[in-house]
């Protein structure tokens, strides 16, 4: 056991749980049996979703907790009053070591206030992000922030920058992640003055951890040619729904085109359609900039979504993200002493 | 001809113009032969394309300007070598009471900068915004601003709300508008500052003339509840873009699923769904907060598309939406004062 990664699961957080959970571990534990889950929780209902997976028991440790953090809480509420709730103690139980990575699908607000409050930032870093991953032409983009960081400054979204090529480095193996910042425009001057900043600083900056490639527009989002999508949390998070929206209006009025004979004839190519796009394959949101690192599963996600963030945690404890980060930051300030 | 509704048209602004332009008149004479046009640009090169269509020779008059302003040129450039330019006079000859609606395929940036330095703003109106109209489940919603102010605060904001509903009232008909904050949050206390006090002096505004209703998030601009949607120009480009793009992507790749005879099973109905979604259908997008309206169309439309921005620029000069933003404006400050 000890050479596993010691994954902490919120086991009462988003839609079903902790069936939904036990199934999503039951799914990953096919494929790989290198992790380690510690279920945060009510015992006697994981306990209860246990029984019916023997196979799952071997891997698992039931730690349990009284309270869990509801989904309409205001984030400060729930962090003031969430102290032996599952998502606060599953988080803290990287600080004593006994966990490499935690994994929620509950409360996105709480878990990024009470994740903060418990692990410290990166030396170097002021405002974590969430960042996640988005389909495009023939591969997935990381794109950040999605939320977590109303406002930024260009410090911030040169932190975003670093921070999201590490992960891009870290999922994908890509070598020198192309990165963006997602603007109104192409030009060097287009946008607010932050933006323009960042710009011009991404720009002369000499490490080469990244590959900086300008501004990029909404709709170049999904055309593949960028690694890494750098905005502000309000532009990132207002993309993002927009995005699933349309997405979601496009789909239902396609099918509705459809009759059942077409349905037929093109069965495997729309299936090969739907497993394509379909967000279980993406799920999984991270919070980037602490010192130990933080999956947010999509809390309406089913046992297949959670068995992916589950997979996202493994590579991420793997490959050493935080380590990571932090040696691009390095890197940086002296790129820019240059 | 002097009851006519009298459209300035840039005749050389946007892909294939002038050929365009008269077909788009064309098209457009076919369902209406309310309006009469003015045509400024190249006489020889509008008059060649003139020739082609002999019906619609009775219904223009062209006015020859010698310069074109091109698609690439920075906007600021563009105003101060352009006074000769097809867009220039086009949006001139609304002072001189010649016409009634200026209508422009052209350089977006160029036409923004031409228009306010030509027609003067709205009393009370700071900021002129650029407002689209969206397809959502069984209704297009009017949404801006889309790009013409980078940063805006919550009187622009609020500005917005007035004008865009006064411009919902003109194309739809609807009596009072439901209008909507777009941001990372239902709740009141969701988003940056200026968002915050914008959603608090609307909650508190006594006049009819809109509905207001909070706030939406990105993945219900398309779910048709709402009637106009206001936001900043960075964000709403970003949006927009955002939303073409997976629009495109999800589109592609769903008729790459389907095999020929799937295609030709749902002919109707996919016939039915590129209709819906035809961007054609919603050409045209208004800059509302000047003293004249004008119209741009999408500079890659065709000769439909451009058709259907006449059909628009028809209809807000018959409901004289320059006068209902004015007595909007008249009703709010009455209202705030209560």
Known sequence: ??????????????????????????????????????LFGKKDLITKELNKYKSVQNYCEIINTNDVILDDEGPLTAAKKGKDSSMWKSIASQVEAKCDISLSAGNTGALLVISRLILSTIEGINKPALAGLWPSKNKLNVMLDLGANIECNEKNLIDFSIMGSALSKTLFNINSPKVALLNVGLEENKGHDIIKKTFNILKNNKNNNFNFCGNIEGNQIMNGEIDVIVTD????????????????????????????????????????????????KYNGAILLGLQGPVVKSHGSTDALGFAHSIEMCSKIVKSNLIEKIKSHLIDVDQGSKQ
Do not use: C, H, W
Not at 4 to 28: E, F, L, Q, T
Not at 248 to 270: A, E
Not at 271 to 278: A, E, G, H, R, V
């Open 1 to 38: 056991m000890s050479d596993k990664i010691r994954i902490a699961v919120d086991a009462m957080g988003g839609d079903n749980s902790p069936n939904k959970i036990i199934d999503g571990i039951g799914i990953s534990l096919k494929k790989n049996t290198d992790n380690f889950f510690y």
């Open 233 to 280: 949390g309000f532009t990132g998070n207002v993309a993002l729904k927009t995005a699933e929206g349309t997405a979601n209006f496009i789909t239902k009025n396609f099918k509705k085109s459809l009759n059942k004979f077409s349905m037929l004839f093109s069965y495997s190519g729309l299936k090969q359609f739907s497993k394509k796009l379909d967000p279980r």
